[in-house]
Nanobody
């Protein structure tokens, strides 16, 4: 059974930083893609960042230069370092993994949100002005 557990969310002032973690269990780390997504109240879920098994990284334009996705395969964990946070970054943040029968490549993750078959419960990020 694949499980994703996010942590690291919280409240921070604009300009601050947070690091989100997502520990993944029961998942096969071969030909994979892991992503971070977010959803604000009244808005659709949107892609934030992704990393795939070839080491490719991809980011939404709104977070480029501020957010960094990384992974620790030995620890089965994917991270999202968020710097220079803005109030518009406030949302529930979700970690997701592709599969079980689809393979996503990082550069296309924004168009293939529906092919991420495994999701965590989310962690709340609130940025105040």
């Amino acid at each position: 059974q694949v499980q994703l557990v996010e942590s690291g969310g919280g409240s921070v002032q604009a300009g601050g930083s947070l690091r989100l973690s997502c520990r993944i269990s029961g998942y096969t780390w071969i030909d994979y893609c892991l992503g971070w997504f977010r959803q604000a109240p009244g808005k659709e879920r949107e892609g934030v960042a992704a990393i795939d098994s070839d080491g490719r990284l991809s980011y939404a334009d709104s977070v480029k230069g501020r957010f960094t996705i990384s992974q620790d395969i030995a620890e089965r964990t994917v991270y999202l370092q968020m710097n220079s946070l803005k109030t518009e970054d406030s949302a529930m943040y979700y970690c997701a993994a592709d599969g079980p029968s689809t393979q996503v490549f990082a550069p296309e993750f924004l168009e293939r949100i529906d092919d991420f078959g495994y999701w965590g419960q989310g962690t709340q990020v609130t940025v105040s002005s």
